[in-house]
């Protein structure tokens, strides 16, 4: 709101001084019949008016190179986040073939807190938290692909926002033996996480 506030304010202090300007201008030229001002407040009225014109172009020159900063950082995130969530998901993926390292953990945590989103973080905490209290044989196969389904759809999201892929297909890539029919039956998507990894119903 700063920034944009100050950028108003050079504008309209612009503006200002090249008004002044130009009512010297026309104040001082002869035969407009306007306000009959000395031939001599012409040259200054001109000055003013280049002036108020640098000062555009100018502003205009910082707020470009602004968004070109604001640019190259998002790219530079989404590249970061890109990395990061593919070695998060994968690490995810490999609970569900005999589980992970615990040594890997606390890194893939680490990482996950740095880079993702807020929407990705609080999907992995749910996930971290379920897989937590359901390990093993433990688990209902579609509770299960649902809170993996979120993380990799926030991700998703995350990197490219314009795609648009099914649950079906996304959680189809991910585990072989997925089943849409048997495994992602009406509203399991409604299904909500107490803070302790239980599943407490729709």
Not at 13 to 24: D, H, K, M
């Amino acid at each position: 709101m700063g920034a944009l506030l100050s950028a108003t304010t050079h504008r309209v202090l612009c503006a200002l001084v090249g008004a002044g300007g130009l009512l010297l201008v026309i104040g001082g030229v002869p035969g407009t019949g306007t306000i009959g001002w000395p031939v001599s407040v012409v040259g200054p009225g001109a000055g003013l008016i280049a002036a108020a014109l640098a000062g555009l172009v100018a502003l205009r020159g910082v707020q470009t190179w602004r968004d070109k900063q604001a640019e190259h950082a998002a790219a530079a995130t989404r590249e970061n986040r890109s990395r990061v969530y593919e070695q998060v998901l994968a690490h995810i993926i490999r609970s569900f073939a005999g589980g992970p390292s615990l040594d890997q953990e606390p890194v893939v945590r680490a990482m996950a807190a740095s880079w993702a989103s807020p929407d990705t973080l609080h999907a992995l905490a749910d996930w971290f938290r379920y897989a937590k209290r359901n390990s093993g044989d433990n688990h209902n196969r579609s509770h299960s692909f649902e809170v993996v389904y979120r993380v990799a759809a926030a991700m998703r999201l995350d990197i490219d926002p314009g795609t648009d892929v099914s649950k079906d297909d996304i959680l189809g890539m991910i585990f072989n033996d997925y089943d849409p029919a048997k495994d992602n039956p009406e509203g399991v998507s409604n299904i909500r996480l107490s803070v302790t990894g239980t599943v407490v119903g729709p």
